[in-house]
C-alpha cells in the first residue's frame, strides 16, 4: 500500500523545541518550523518540564499557523496528522497529542502516533531519498545511545544500548562541571577544537567485545575525580584538554562499536541518528572508519539530528501506509520502548 502526495501535518513536543512541519509522502519537506527553548532553559542548566510545557501551550499554536501560512495551505488540506507520543517528558508530550487529537477530530483526518526514536532514524530518510531498509543505526541523543537494526520500515531490532548514561547525558554533565553550560554537546565540541584530545588517558569502556551495549558512567566519573584532583592540589585545569580528551573517548567507543555490529551482523549500511551524531568529531571518525571497511554512511543535516516535526512526519507516512494508525485513546508514553506504538 502506498499513498501519493500524501501531506501529513506533524507535531514534535517531546522535550524542549515545539515543532510543526508538513511532510509530503515521507520523503519530502513542505515546511519544518521549530521554536527552540535552549535560551530559556540555559540558566537552568537543563531543561526544567513544567516550563518546556507552558511553553509548548503558548508557542504552538502559531507554529501550526506559520507552517499553513508557508506552505500556503489550511488544515482542511492536510491528509493526515502525525504526533510523537513517546518517549519525553509528560507533560511536553500531552500538549502536542492534545492538539494533534483535536484537528484530527474537529476535521476527520487519521491521527498517527510516532515513536520519537523512530523519528529520528527516518530523519535519514528526509535526507537521502534513495535509502531503503535494511540498515543499521546509531541513535545518540540526550537520554538515549542505542544500536538499532531497522529491518524495514516497521520494524526496529536494539542490538546494544547504554547501561547507565547516554552519551548526550554525559556531555552535558561534564559540560556543566567545566562551566561551558547548557546544552553541553556543542559547548564540548567547540572546546575539544582547542583542546588535545590524547592530553588526558579517559578510560574507553568496551564491555563484553561480543556484545554492543554502551557504559558512560565511569568515564564521567573519571573526568569529575580528575577535576576534583587538580582542584584539591591547586593545580590549573586546562579545559579545553579535558573536553578534548573526554569527547574523544566517548566518541572512540561510539565509532568501535557501530563499526563492529555493523560488521557481526553483515550490515553494509549505516545510519546515524539525533543530536549527538551532529558531533563533529564523531561525523569525521565514523566517516574514516566506515570508509575503511567498505561500508556506506549516511547521517543528516544538524537541523534534522536535532528534536524536529519533520522527522516525525516521515515516520508517520510509513506507520500510515503500513496502517499503524491510532485512535482518539493514545496516549503520551514516556518511557515508550522503540518497536511499540
Do not use: W
Amino acid at each position: 500500500m502506498t499513498e501519493v502526495n500524501m501531506k501529513i501535518l506533524s507535531i514534535e513536543t517531546s522535550c524542549d523545541e515545539t515543532s510543526v512541519a508538513i511532510v509530503e509522502d515521507g520523503r519530502k519537506i513542505l515546511t519544518n518550523r521549530i521554536y527552540s527553548q535552549i535560551d530559556i532553559h540555559k540558566k537552568y542548566g537543563g531543561v526544567v518540564p513544567e516550563i518546556a510545557s507552558r511553553n509548548h501551550i503558548t508557542k504552538l499554536p502559531y507554529i501550526i499557523e506559520d507552517a499553513l501560512e508557508e506552505t500556503q495551505m489550511r488544515l482542511e488540506d492536510v491528509d493526515a496528522i502525525g504526533v510523537t507520543n513517546g518517549p519525553g517528558l509528560i507533560g511536553a508530550l500531552l500538549v502536542g497529542l492534545s492538539e494533534a487529537k483535536a484537528i484530527a477530530y474537529s476535521l476527520d483526518k487519521p491521527l498517527i502516533g510516532v515513536h520519537h526514536i523512530e523519528g529520528h532514524i527516518a530523519a535519514n530518510f528526509l535526507q537521502y531519498p534513495e535509502l531503503e531498509p535494511p540498515f543499521l543505526t546509531l541513535v545518540v541523543s540526550g537520554g538515549h545511545s542505542h544500536l538499532v537494526l531497522v529491518e524495514d520500515y516497521q520494524t526496529f531490532k536494539v542490538l546494544g544500548r547504554t547501561i547507565d548514561d547516554a552519551a548526550g547525558e554525559a556531555f552535558d554533565k561534564i559540560s556543566r562541571v567545566l562551566g561551558f553550560g547548557y546544552p553541553g554537546g556543542p559547548a564540548i565540541d567547540c572546546a575539544a577544537k582547542k583542546g588535545d584530545p590524547e592530553a588526558i588517558a579517559f578510560p574507553r569502556v568496551f564491555l563484553d567485545k561480543k556484545e554492543y551495549n554502551f557504559s558512560f558512567s565511569g568515564l564521567k566519573s573519571s573526568v569529575l575525580n580528575y577535576i576534583n584532583s587538580k582542584k584539591m592540589k591547586n593545580e590549573p585545569i586546562v579545559v579545553n584538554d579535558v573536553a578534548a580528551s573526554f569527547q574523544m573517548a566517548v566518541v572512540e567507543v561510539l565509532v568501535k562499536k557501530t563499526i563492529a555490529c555493523a560488521k557481526g551482523i553483515h550490515m553494509n549500511k549505516i545510519c546515524m541518528a539525533g543530536g549527538v551524531s551532529c558531533n563533529s568529531l564523531l561525523r569525521q571518525m565514523m566517516t574514516d572508519a566506515a570508509k575503511e571497511e567498505g561500508l556506506s554512511l549516511y547521517y543528516p543535516d544538524p537541523i534534522l539530528c536535532t528534536d524536529n516535526a519533520a522527522m516525525i512526519g516521515s515516520m508517520a507516512y510509513y506507520n500510515f501506509i503500513n496502517g499503524a494508525v491510532s485512535d482518539l485513546s493514545l496516549n503520551g508514553i514516556p518511557g515508550l520502548k522503540i518497536g511499540t506504538r
